[in-house]
């Protein structure tokens, strides 16, 4: 009798229990494209691949955090480097399903084509629910990236300016080798040091290997990070010169804009210079 | 009979949560009409112990900073009247006000950059409060506060031009750097009602118009920690208080 | 080898005894048994070294260790890299290093039925019983050692030791990887298993029955195996060019090999066989992802040998092969994996004939059909549910005087595994499994051997 009761007890109060629950479920919703997330197929997903480094509760603490020298992203304080929305504000869905869907270069977050397009978009949504973030605020409105102007020389000289006038070098160096007088005081949202993008390096970039990703960086500044945005402070057609002069620093990655700046007296001059002295990882070197 | 326990227990926890749940809405304003109270809560905040010694910054990353500081520049950690006054304490109360809630005020605060260096070091404002960051410097700075109750954002900020920003949530206090020249540090404390000051040259501060009621005075100090009192105010009552931080250890 | 008689009735009190010592073990299914020939386990590969070196858990790249995810396959067609320039030994901690263990100890029964047994009986009065063994035992040594020497330089190690203490190696190739900076250009060399979707270095089975599959090893009825023995599933001499597409859905691999079945020392002298491989994989909404495949095998073996001191070669070499295609299929946690496979002998292998000697009178090449299911049902990362079904049909013997069924196999397993933890450093596993495997007409009165095999085991590996 008595524990019959108690039975039913259990039930009710586990029927109450899972009614604020679904209810916070229902509200975090999560679309890519014409993909609807699903919340319990993303937890287990995430129970499979993504504890270890980010954490049981996503604050990336898993039990590798204390292993890795750039630690794994909080999903509780829900800080994202790669965004296409302005900074301080959250992500888009398609944001974080491109970030699962390409992976950090020289972090240890891999990329995950080997996951379907429904579970990276299942996944996307079980990690909107582990901050009230998401719940609280809506994703910011994704910054306009206009169509991309013809590449010139004299746009790839603009850039350069702007390199300077922006004070870029102040971290990332003259030559873009990450080397600036800043450089070695960054730390990062977590304290952690940080260092600047070598573009000498020539590895591709975190957030994105097209120029769009690129505009965007800049755009939308890497949120958690000592890279600013530069949203308020530049015009795109200003953002767009910057891109084409920038990927001419990358001077182990072979581009039309490396092309046409080693085409100019001054181009080659200076590409030849920064790829002599060569790279922290040797490769690309020709003397 | 465990069960049952448990079964309450649940219960109970389900209460709480969609209790939790329910949005602070319809709760009259202090703001709509006068001032919220009469009562006066000042005092001073005083320094004990031997003085750290200045730290010198070392501006030479940026030319175009070191050279508006000919004489040299030192931190503004910790700033002490010769009589023991502290300042840039931050007193604030932080219980007491119970569900009172309060419209931020239109005027802005303004903060300037300047030779490298934040004025006023410490920014206190109110939630949802417009903050103006003025750049007056000849070179970028960025504005990048790293919260841990509001949006974490990172904006370049070139010669001349401003930032504007508000913080949605009470916080005291966010820590506020610029990552081009990491000495640049400063606070940016947030309250969601009127009743802060940070003290001056002298350590004085002072909070005005406090309803009467029981509250916890805090007294906060970026470096030394914060300090706690419990007071009482009558309609149109003073009360002095006196907080003192002592020199940490090993400074 | 087996003779006489020895009849042990049905032991079945150490099994209930050892379900008690682990308190939580049941498993019983009343399935007739049998066996085939008794073909040694293969070593089985999961890396907790690869655990350690990304902090990853084991469940990352493999459904349930030592079974890949298609994350684990991506990995490791990648040449061991997660492609996100941190793979390479430089960026270690130096004191990191890339070895891994992995041994099972365990308790397990086997029974022959028709079994010949060897030794007279004083009663004896048939040749054929029942034969039942059980106690405690202990798997071969894995000695996993596996990594990136460089960037798209990689390798893999495997010395293993028998759970008697002798010593081989298992596996042992260097791989480039995306060579020209194409994924689909990669080159692996040395001693490595076949690329098999369905591996069996992998399989989720690890008693006598269970732990390979009978069509990887299945040989007609009448071949010399000391002559001609072939496993598709065995790891082989060769080298092997591979490529898939950068999300590792679409594969495909050729490999050419030494014909000897992965023995050193060329113990035939000469000969090469060829495999490939193709597979493609797709996305079915929200059941996971889907993948076909086909492969086919085309191999020479001799059927007599020359030399001596000097060495041996291998003549009169017969042709063979083994070709099919398989799937795995996703329904969200439940997944099966399939496989057809046909093959085929030269009439010379299949009756181990010489070929300086005139075929017997009626003799063909065998060929027969070989099918497998293998449902899994995925509940979590830490457990489990494993079955598989194979069969083997004859389609064609060597010799017409054979029945028509002479060497048919039908084989079931079930069982699961229960990872207690799942960790990035470790990996432990309860290994509970039941597998029943009938061939007919091959006792030595020509009636069927069935043979069953009980495995209750703690697989670990670190």
Known sequence: MHSRKSILWMFLAAALLALPSSAMAQKVEGHVGKLNGHVDAGKQLYFRYCWGCHGFRGDGNGENAPYLNILPRNFVSATFKCRSTPTGTLPTDEDVFNAITRGFYTTYMPSWTALTHQQRADLVVFIKTLSTRWTKEKAGEPVKVPAEPALTTDGIKRGKELFAKLECWKCHGQEGRGDGPSAATLTDSNDQPIRPYNFAAGTRFKCGETNQDLYKIFMTGLDGTPMPSYGEQIKPEEAWDLVHYLRTLQVTHNSAELALWQGTKEGAEIVKAAKITGTPTGSGIKQ | MKGKALTVLLAATVVLFVAGREPARGRPSANDGPAPGTAVVKGIAKFEGSRPAPTHINMNADPSCAKLHPGGLVSEDVLASPEGGLQNVVVFVSEGLGDRTFDPPPQPVTMEQKGCVYAPHIVSLRANQELDIVNNDATTHNIHPAPSNNREWNKAQAPGTRVDATFAREEIAIPLKCNIHPWMRSYIAVFKHPFFAVTDKAGNFELKNLPPGDYTIEAWHEKLGKSIQKISVSAGGTKELEFVFKSTAGH | ?462
Not at chain 3, 32 to 40: G, N
Not at chain 3, 127 to 152: M, P, Q, S, Y
Not at chain 3, 274 to 302: D, H, I, K, N
Request: charged share 15%; aromatic share 12%.
């Open chain 3, 1 to 462: 080898m087996l003779q006489e008689v020895l009849k042990l009735k049905k032991h079945r009190v150490a099994a209930a005894a050892f379900i008690a010592v682990y308190g939580w073990l049941f498993l019983s299914i009343a399935v007739p048994s049998a066996s085939a020939l008794p073909i040694p386990k293969g070593n089985v590969h999961a890396i907790p070294a690869f655990a350690r070196k990304y902090g990853m858990p084991c469940s990352s790249c493999h459904e349930a260790w030592p079974k890949l995810s298609p994350f684990g396959q991506q990995f490791k067609d990648n040449g061991y890299q997660m492609g996100n320039e941190k793979d390479a030994p430089i960026y270690q901690n130096p004191s990191y290093w890339p070895v891994s263990f992995r041994i099972t100890p365990h308790w397990h029964r086997e029974s022959v039925d028709h079994a010949d047994i060897t030794n007279p009986l004083p009663t004896g009065a048939t040749t054929e019983g029942r034969l039942t063994t059980h106690g405690f035992d202990v798997g071969g040594l894995d000695i996993l050692t596996a990594g990136t020497l460089a960037k798209n330089i990689s390798f893999l190690l495997v010395p293993a030791a028998e759970n008697d203490g002798s010593f081989h190696f298992e596996a042992a190739n260097v791989r480039f990887s995306n060579l020209l900076g194409s994924s689909w250009l990669n080159i692996k060399a040395g001693k490595f298993e076949l690329d098999n979707i369905i591996s069996e270095k992998r399989i989720l089975g690890l008693s006598n029955n269970g732990g390979f599959y009978q069509m990887y090893h299945f040989q007609p009825v009448g071949e010399d195996t000391a002559m001609f023995t072939f496993g598709l599933g065995d790891n082989q001499f060769g080298a092997e060019l591979s490529g898939h597409s950068k999300n590792d859905y679409t594969r495909f691999s050729a490999a050419l090999l030494s014909s000897n079945d992965g023995t050193e020392n060329l113990p035939n002298g000469h000969g090469y066989d060829t495999f490939v491989t193709l597979s493609q994989a797709f996305e079915a909404g929200s059941l996971g992802l889907q993948r076909v495949g086909a492969f086919a095998y085309v191999g020479r073996a001799p059927t007599y040998t020359v030399g001596g001191e000097l060495g041996t070669d291998g003549l009169g070499q017969k042709s063979f092969y083994r070709a099919g295609f398989n799937g795995l299929w996703y329904i969200k946690k439940f997944d099966v994996m399939t496989q057809y496979l046909h093959g085929l002998d030269n009439a010379l292998l299949g009756t181990a004939t010489p070929s300086y000697n005139p075929l017997p009178a009626g003799a063909h090449s065998p060929t027969w059909n070989a099918g497998l299911i293998e449902p899994h049902y995925n509940l979590n990362p830490q457990f489990i549910l494993i079955g598989r079904y194979e069969l083997i049909r004859m389609s064609r013997q060597a010799l017409d005087t054979n029945a028509g069924n002479l060497g048919d196999i039908d084989a079931g397993t079930v069982g699961f595994r229960y990872y207690p933890f799942i960790s990035s450093r470790a990996g432990f596993a309860f290994h509970n499994e039941f597998s029943v495997v009938r061939q007919r007409g091959v006792s030595t009165s020509g009636r069927d051997l069935t043979s069953s095999s009980v495995f209750l085991g703690l697989d670990f590996i670190f």
